[in-house]
């Protein structure tokens, strides 16, 4: 069965801290990855989105990678705020044409002022 | 600025009751999707559809259905409500074609059945 974990499922971190969130697919023959973001009582947010092709991407503080070969993906978070608290989702559209997302469970982070 | 909207925020509804929540995209995108929500499971896929007149099930369809009469709504239909079916529900949009685009949600539905 295909299926995206996420390590740890909750983080609490002082402010200023870089962090990394965690990953992990089961089947290397992904179309893409995408990660988002989810403030409690909303919506999922879109952050980054990584082709299969791609190594990394960057937006700001956040920089995703990619590494099909070990089924694994990382989220960093550079000069953490107050504001970055959130649950953290990775999602994954697999390869052989299915459009719909698998969803890890999520990375709840706490930042502490 | 496009979006995508669901419609009621909350609903509280009895068991056997039939449901119908409402998403309406104006990104003009041809898929569209529904999710259910739940604590220990994550997000899981109930339908989606690639367009007009397309429909598909997804991972958890079980007493789930949708309809696609144009391209900016996708109403999931609860049949005969269940409590296991009390979730919070979201509506996602993205572009068609191959290698890829960034899927857009909706606010999600909170469905009570009691």
């Known amino acids: 069965k295909q299926e995206v974990t996420q390590i740890p499922a909750a983080l609490s971190v002082p402010e200023g801290e870089n962090l990394v969130l965690n990953c992990s697919f089961t089947?290397?023959?992904?179309?893409?990855l995408q990660w988002f973001r989810q403030d409690p009582g909303k919506g999922l947010t879109s952050l980054l989105l990584?082709?299969?092709s791609q190594r990394e991407q960057t937006s700001g503080r956040l920089n995703a990678s990619l590494d099909k070969s070990s089924g694994r993906s990382t989220l960093y978070i550079a000069a953490s705020q107050p504001g970055d608290s959130a649950t953290y989702l990775c999602?994954?559209?697999w390869g052989g044409g299915a459009d719909g997302l698998t969803f890890g469970k999520g990375t709840h982070l706490i930042i502490q002022p | 600025d496009a979006e995508i909207t669901q419609s009621p925020r909350h609903k509280i509804t009895e068991t056997g009751r039939q449901v119908t929540l409402a998403c309406h995209q104006t990104?003009?995108?041809?898929?569209m999707f529904w999710y259910r929500q739940d604590l220990g499971h994550g997000l899981r896929l109930i339908h989606y559809?690639?367009?007009?007149?397309?429909?598909n099930k997804g991972e958890v369809s079980d007493g789930y259905s949708v309809s696609r009469s144009n391209t900016e709504d996708l109403p999931l239909t609860l049949e005969s409500a269940a409590s296991s079916q009390t979730s919070v529900y979201f509506c996602?949009?993205?572009?068609?074609?191959?290698?890829?685009?960034?899927?857009?949600f909706g606010q999600g539905t909170r469905l009570t059945v009691v």
């Open positions: 990584i082709q299969s």
């Open positions: 990104w003009n995108h041809n898929n």
């Open positions: 559809s690639y367009g007009v007149q397309d429909t």
């Open positions: 089947d290397s023959a992904i179309y893409n």
């Open positions: 996602a949009s993205s572009e068609s074609g191959t290698g890829g685009r960034s899927a857009f």
């Open positions: 999602a994954v559209r």
